[in-house]
């Protein structure tokens, strides 16, 4: 089993993907995608919940852990 982070806001559903944080205009972002299957992959629930606790301007809403399958 793997682990991938999922955020959730007004019904719209984003995975944080592979890369690190990115700055825009001064502010920090991580990347992201709408598709499940171009989701990062992290070993343990444990890791992955570290990584959710990544800063960034698109990191709100509600932030979960979700099991994939490999």
Do not use: C, H, Q
């Amino acid at each position: 089993m793997k682990y991938i982070i999922a955020t959730n806001y007004n019904g719209n559903t984003d995975y944080v993907a592979e890369g690190k944080n990115y700055t825009i205009n001064g502010l920090s972002y991580v990347p992201m995608t709408r598709f499940k299957s171009e989701a990062k992959r992290y070993k343990t629930r444990k890791i992955a919940e570290r990584a959710s606790k990544r800063s960034g301007e698109n990191m709100w809403g509600t932030i979960e852990i979700v099991e994939v399958e490999e």
